[in-house]
């Protein structure tokens, strides 16, 4: 039973480009979840999503950042003009659904803008 | 606003050594409170704590949660090199995990 899968593991950046992350939940996890962690920093609620559904996304900058999960697919985070305050690992979690408070990490992805 | 701090932010022991990780916490409505163990990578699930005073116990790691004084306590004995990490406690909200910073353990042979 493979985990919480995300790719890429590394992503390199230039100022103004376009960053894709990707998550694919726990099998049987419909629930998914995106955190970041700045350096030296805890982990930091960005984004929770059902199937087609963003349900909290009150962790998001406002701008520049979107999330999805569509019915067919990963889990895609998408930050657009990147800039360098947005270098950081981004952890997606998954859980089984409403009133399962565990949440199981996948191993994330560093993002490094140049 | 929720709030979790944990104590002390960094720690060094030899193996072999008993330690004592502390989070406590200020939450409007309690759910539940979860240990992850980091290390340079993704964080893994150790124990999930809703009810007081109830120990939960995994090999050389335990812990337990007081709601009246709204601490959590993660004990490990005998440590081992291998238990050298970053701790993180986190607290459940209505959709998503609120973490402190974490305690960094070093173990040294």
């Known amino acids: 039973n493979a985990g919480v899968m995300q790719n890429p593991r590394h992503l390199v950046r230039r100022r103004g480009q376009e960053a894709r992350l990707r998550c694919s939940p726990m099998k049987g996890h419909s629930h998914v979840y995106w955190y970041r962690q700045l350096p030296e920093e805890g982990l930091k609620f960005m984004v929770y999503?059902?199937?087609?559904?963003?349900?909290?996304e009150s962790g998001m900058p406002k701008e520049r950042f979107s999330a999805e999960f569509p019915k067919e697919g990963p889990s895609i985070l998408r930050i657009q003009q990147v800039v360098r305050g947005d270098s950081a690992a981004y952890f997606c979690?998954?859980?089984?659904?409403?009133?399962?408070?565990?949440?199981?990490f996948g191993p994330g992805t560093r993002l490094t803008v140049t | 606003e929720d709030k979790v701090v944990q104590s002390p932010l960094s720690l060094v022991v030899h193996e072999g050594d008993t330690v004592t990780l502390n989070c406590s916490y200020e939450?409007?409505?309690?759910?539940?409170l979860l240990w992850y163990k980091q290390e340079k990578k993704a964080p893994t699930f150790l124990f999930m704590l809703?009810?007081?005073?109830i120990e939960k116990k995994s090999g050389r790691l335990s812990s337990i949660l007081d709601k009246k004084e709204l601490f959590s306590i993660l004990n490990i004995t005998a440590t081992q090199t291998g238990d050298s990490a970053i701790y993180l406690c986190?607290?459940?909200?209505?959709?998503?995990?609120?973490f402190g910073t974490g305690t960094r353990l070093t173990v040294i042979p």
């Open positions: 986190a607290l459940t909200g209505a959709n998503n995990l609120f």
């Open positions: 939450v409007t409505n309690f759910r539940s």
């Open positions: 809703t009810s007081s005073g």
């Open positions: 999503l059902q199937k087609e559904n963003i349900i909290d």
């Open positions: 979690a998954s859980s089984s659904g409403v009133g399962s408070y565990e949440q199981y």
